[in-house]
């Protein structure tokens, strides 16, 4: 008996469910070649005898530094099963680095760049995330901007790199959304018509009538005129809170619009992205989009 009174090496004992975990101490590990446990030099010379969890320390071929076979690659990226991707590669549709692939079993890595007819694929699952952002928090960050950027409000939301699609001002507040899909993001960033956005505004002053008709018909601003979709006084609430509607994705718009007619934006929420909203969605709190609004959102 070894000194934690177990045997010291019977097949019998081991199968009766007093097997040494490899982690323990005492002499019966020397003899042990219980799963996990098995000495390296036995491996590399046996390997029929290699018990899982032990390969030798020597890479096999096709290790994690080699990359990943480019089929399953593309396949990664939802474009196509790995068998159609086969096909795909050997007509001459794939190129890495600018070089055309017909090779089976051809080996990339997450640095080279990947195109399927002529379009940059990315091999992560496409994921996408909706933040409801408090005021305060930067969109793009910096070092001296430590734990304020928006990127530590979504750190955990997925195990990919996420990044914001467009801008949303630092005082700001509301929806942004996050992606690691490259393509929409752009599509989103620079659409063809713009995309809807809401906007609950607060400014320094009751908005006067007058000015609210100027901005409905549009506004005039150093790098062209600002059509809003609409805009009007909030139910229930002082003039000089209102509801804007509109699709230009300029940079710090709404504050441009008022600042034209002398007035300052004290609160901005966006409210309506795209046709999401914050509905269930509190303050600082983020979740990922319904299948139903991916649908809706690619089909802008």
């Not at 046996?46 to 396949?75: C, F, H, T, W």
């Not at 304020?148 to 699609?165: C, I, Q, Y």
Request: charged share 30%.
């Amino acid at each position: 008996m070894s000194k934690n009174g177990r045997s010291s090496g019977s097949r019998g004992d081991r199968s009766s469910g007093r097997t040494g975990s490899g982690r323990q101490g005492g002499e019966g590990r020397k003899k042990s070649h219980a799963r996990g446990n098995a000495p390296v030099e036995r491996n590399e010379r046996d390997p029929k005898n290699m018990s899982r969890g032990n390969a030798p320390v020597k890479r096999k071929q096709g290790s994690a530094d080699e990359g990943i076979r480019l089929n399953k690659y593309i396949a990664n990226s939802g474009i196509c099963s790995r068998r159609d991707a086969d096909i795909y590669i050997a007509a001459g549709n794939v190129t890495v680095n600018g070089e055309v692939i017909t090779e089976m079993g051809h080996r990339v890595k997450l640095t080279d760049e990947v195109k399927f007819d002529g379009r940059r694929i990315n091999p992560e699952k496409p994921e996408y995330v909706l933040l409801n952002k408090p005021k305060g928090f930067y969109v793009t960050g910096s070092l001296e901007k430590k734990n304020r950027t928006v990127m530590d409000l979504v750190a955990n939301a997925s195990k990919a790199k996420l990044d914001p699609v467009g801008k949303l001002d630092t005082q700001a507040t509301g929806l942004l959304l996050f992606t690691n899909d490259g393509a929409m993001a752009k599509k989103l960033a620079f659409p063809k018509n713009g995309i809807r956005q809401i906007y609950h505004v607060e400014l320094d002053k009751d908005l006067a009538y007058d000015d609210l008709q100027k901005i409905k018909e549009g506004v005039k601003l150093e790098d062209g005129v600002v059509n809003v979709t609409e805009i009007s006084y909030v139910e229930n609430k002082p003039k000089r809170e209102v509801g804007l509607e509109l699709r230009s994705t300029k940079q710090h718009i709404v504050q441009r619009i008022f600042k034209s007619l002398n007035y300052e934006v004290v609160k901005l929420d966006r409210v309506v992205y795209g046709g999401l909203t914050k509905k269930d969605l509190p303050r600082g709190h983020w979740r990922v989009l319904s299948k139903q609004e991916l649908i809706n959102l690619g089909n802008l």
